[in-house]
């Protein structure tokens, strides 16, 4: 399973990275208004950082023109750039063309139903988002959605790739890699809490503790010098 990081924080980045845990990136307009930079800026120094991981920039229009337009931009910015586009109408127009016609890598976003991921790897995605966490908050099981894609993928073989997206907490992650998920995108908060448990903490504060009681090796005696 793939963990991708879902942020546009460089710092965050590069401590996933240096941990050997960051296989992606994705980002999304409001990540991106979080940093107070450019955004093509910014992209691009991400881009460079984890490249040739894979990272997910989002286009703003809203037109199948538009988005088409943006999405030609953006994938000349890195090798490593997979266009995010949402599940509109328009937007699988646009997936199409830049997927079929122009071999771009497509990542359809803001997806909350099982007719919606059907559609996107119809369209020629790379990847499809169903955001869970955005579920769950209204009283629906995200992780079902993900149990019906990644069955229905299998069904036909589509090779979109199901990005576990609006990830939550580290039970999101257990799940989507108990349900066969390729990826799941989290906040680093999340990352970072995969390594904790408890017990882990205490076992090893035990460890030192007892560590502290084991004898020192005795001293070699000093042989005379001939
Ligand atoms: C995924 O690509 C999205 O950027 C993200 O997972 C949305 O998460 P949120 O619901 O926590 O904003």
Redesign the pocket.
Known sequence: MKFFL?TAMIEEIKQAKAWGFLDGI???P??AAKTGRPFEDLAKEILKIVAPAPV?L?VVATDVDGMIREGLNLAQWGINVVV?IPMTEAGMAATQTLSQKHGIRI?V?LVFSANQAILAAKAGASYV?P?I??LD?VGQDGMKLIAEIVDIYKNYSFSTQV?V????HPMHVTEAARLGAHVA???FGVLRQLFKHPLTDKGLAAFLEDWKKVPAPAKQPQTSKV
Do not use: H, I, W, Y
Not at 165 to 168: I, K, L, Q, Y
């Open positions: 879902d994705t980002t999304n409001s990540l997910s989002e995010k990542n976003t988002s955001f966490g955005r908050d990005l997206a609006s990830v939550r995108t989290m906040p």
